[in-house]
């Protein structure tokens, strides 16, 4: 199934509050270690009470949050190629 925000990449969850289908990139976890779209994830910080609490989430940690996902992104990417090179490798060693 395809993301709903990214559609060029696969889903590996559905949101925890709309159910849309999310992909790795957009995917967030939320209150009780749920996964959350973007979208839901925006309307639980703006339902957060405490305004400072909100900018720090939006701040600092919104950038730490994108570094993780995009690090998480490239590291998947990377066992991927790896695991395709170990296949070609073992599919040439059995010719």
């Known amino acids: 199934m395809k993301c709903y925000y990214h559609p060029q990449y696969y889903s590996i ?10 992909c790795r990139m957009c995917h967030y976890i939320g209150d009780k270690n749920h996964a959350v779209c973007l979208t839901c994830w925006e309307e639980v910080l703006r339902q957060t009470p405490n305004r400072e609490r909100h900018l720090a989430v939006t701040g600092a940690t919104g950038m730490a949050a994108l570094a993780v996902l995009t690090l998480r992104l490239v590291i998947t990417f990377a066992n991927q190629v790896g695991a395709t090179a170990q296949r070609m490798l073992k599919a040439l060693d059995a010719q």
Not at 13 to 21: A, D, E, L
């Open 13 to 22: 969850t559905n949101c925890s509050k709309c159910g849309q289908p999310i």
